[in-house]
């Protein structure tokens, strides 16, 4: 399967824009999320964030404290929930929160190199599975 491939997948607009508009960058950080994943196929629904990095890249320092408060936000409000969210629509949604993961691509996909969840080496298949929140070990 060939798709476009990009080096990033930020609103490049938006970023230049902030970083002139707003604040002082050494204490006002703004960061994108690649990837909300939620399936609502039953009547408990899952849900897991994701951000992507090709060419091995990292995720800088303050953007991974940004992303641990999210996490832990999200965490604590589900726990006071009892996972029971009621959105504006007056639907409640029963959620499994699986948390914030990290996705980095050797280069730019799976047909050029290797790809990681965690730090953990996987194939298509078993990255399929995990975003379709099939559980599924990555190989060591």
């Avoid at 798709?3 to 609103?11: C, R």
């Avoid at 408990?44 to 641990?68: N, P, W």
């Avoid at 190199?113 to 953990?120: I, L, N, T």
Wanted: proline share 1%.
């Amino acid at each position: 399967m060939s798709h476009v491939k990009t080096k990033y997948a930020a609103d490049p607009y938006m970023i230049l824009w902030t970083a002139e508009h707003l604040p002082n960058k050494k204490s006002f950080f703004i960061s994108d999320l690649d990837l909300i994943i939620r399936d609502a196929r039953n009547d408990k629904e899952h849900i897991m964030l994701i951000e992507i990095k090709r060419y091995m890249g990292k995720v800088a320092v303050c953007q991974q404290s940004t992303f641990d408060v999210l996490h832990k936000l999200i965490n604590a409000g589900l726990h006071a929930l009892k996972n029971q969210v009621r959105c504006k629509n007056g639907i409640s949604h029963k959620i499994k929160y699986h948390g914030f993961h990290l996705l980095q691509f050797e280069r730019s996909s799976f047909e050029d190199g290797k790809v990681y969840f965690d730090g953990k080496e996987v194939s298509e298949q078993q990255l399929i599975n995990v975003l379709s929140f099939k559980r599924t070990k990555a190989k060591k």
